[in-house]
């Protein structure tokens, strides 16, 4: 067992005891009750809720290059590898310590003090030989997701880039049209930025962080700890369906988040129209200043398998040769609005002639069969619809 006190930039929150092949932690002692309180720490469950924010502030044990990495570093898990620099991340103001050390947050944290570059461009270009010479303390260590990638600093700020999964790229182009659909439909405060790039001769997507230094992002884990609603059935499933959203706005509504139902209706307009099922605890939460008691729903952040690619797995031929299999598909999967949430918002003439953009976007596309990009116009249609019509209701 490895032995760390949890702090929050200068406070001490917890000491705690963990097994780093397992991650499973263990509260020892609690230093501050209202900082562990908005962890969602102070519950009968701490223990458990402490685990969930171990295992999240590491590698996905999914992530396409763990094992490499994890080798290179003679790290026996992802955990492991996180405990052995001080488990800082860009998302917030927490960190470990040994319980002896005098290490201040001025010393280590990503906003005032550089990282090691070297980590993010070893893991883009796969040599992960040269991480053997690299600093732990860089925020690659404690960003979750299964997708390859680093972290970028610049004169314009901080930038997450992340490798594409298939030697062409071609589903960065669905993530692309994602960004463009919610800047469109929810204008650009509600939505991250995001564009393709090349780095170190592979296809990426780049986005720019959503936080300022002085804040921090909860995500669904800690956002239901902190609202009482760990044992939650719809944490962590994945899915998106109207229990989930529903759960999320008694979450959010629970922390004290303005508009609740409006901005889970615009996450989940967001799913239908771009086909995207994924809603795993590590696509949404909410954000708020640090020492600040106000929160606010965080932006729609990630677009990964929108516009149909993979779409729930299936291989791009049977979708292009199954397209009545496909459309009862996501006439099943994506009708789960409902009327009740808040609309008000909703105005879909801004996606007028949208089509025509998914078909421009994936027109040029060689490695796709033509037919392809007109299934997944034909889909948004059919869902821009079907939303318009939930929408509708709720005005009348």
Request: with cysteine; hydrophobic share 45%; proline share 5%.
């Amino acid at each position: 067992m490895a032995r760390r006190t949890l702090m929050q930039r200068n406070r001490e929150l917890v000491d705690f005891e963990v097994n780093p092949e397992t991650g499973e932690a263990r509260i020892i002692d609690v230093l501050n009750d209202s900082l562990v309180a908005s962890l969602g720490l102070a519950r009968k469950n701490g223990d458990q809720v402490l685990t969930a924010l171990m295992m999240r502030r590491a590698l996905s044990p999914m992530r396409k290059d763990k094992d490499d990495i994890l080798a290179a570093f003679g790290a026996k898990s992802p955990v492991d590898l996180a405990l052995m620099g001080h488990g800082l991340s860009l998302t917030d103001q927490f960190w470990y310590r040994t319980p002896s050390s005098s290490e201040h947050w001025e010393d280590v944290n990503f906003f005032d003090n550089e990282w090691d570059p070297g980590f993010g461009a070893a893991v883009l270009l796969g040599d992960y030989a040269r991480l053997t010479a690299c600093s732990l303390d860089a925020p690659e260590v404690t960003t979750p997701g299964h997708a390859v990638k680093a972290w970028e600093r610049n004169d314009n700020g901080i930038y997450l880039v992340k490798a594409a999964e298939y030697p062409d790229g071609v589903e960065l182009v669905g993530a692309k049209l994602g960004f463009e659909l919610c800047s469109l439909l929810f204008g650009d405060g509600c939505c991250v930025p995001l564009d393709v790039v090349e780095r170190y001769g592979r296809l990426c997507s780049i986005s720019p962080l959503m936080l300022d230094g002085d804040e921090e992002l909860a995500d669904g884990n800690r956002l239901f700890a902190m609202a009482d609603m760990w044992e939650s059935s719809s944490l962590s499933k994945g899915g998106i369906t109207t229990e989930a959203c529903d759960a999320l706005i008694d979450a959010y509504a629970a922390i004290g988040v303005a508009d609740a139902s409006a901005h889970v209706a615009r996450r989940a307009c967001f799913a239908c129209l771009s086909l995207l099922l994924d809603f795993n605890p590590g696509n949404f939460g909410a954000i708020r200043k640090i020492d600040s008691d106000v929160w606010r729903a965080a932006p729609i952040f990630d677009y990964d398998g929108a516009f149909g690619f993979p779409l729930n797995g299936f291989p791009v031929s049977f979708l292009c040769e199954n397209p009545s299999f496909v459309e009862l598909f996501c006439a099943h999967r994506f009708s789960f609005l409902k009327p009740y949430w808040d609309w008000s918002w909703c105005d879909l003439r801004a996606l007028d002639g949208f089509e025509n953009v998914i078909m421009a976007a994936y027109a040029f596309r060689r490695d796709l069969p033509p037919v392809f990009a007109e299934l997944i116009a034909h889909l948004f249609v059919a869902q821009r619809d079907y939303v318009n019509k939930v929408a509708s209701v709720e005005r009348t």
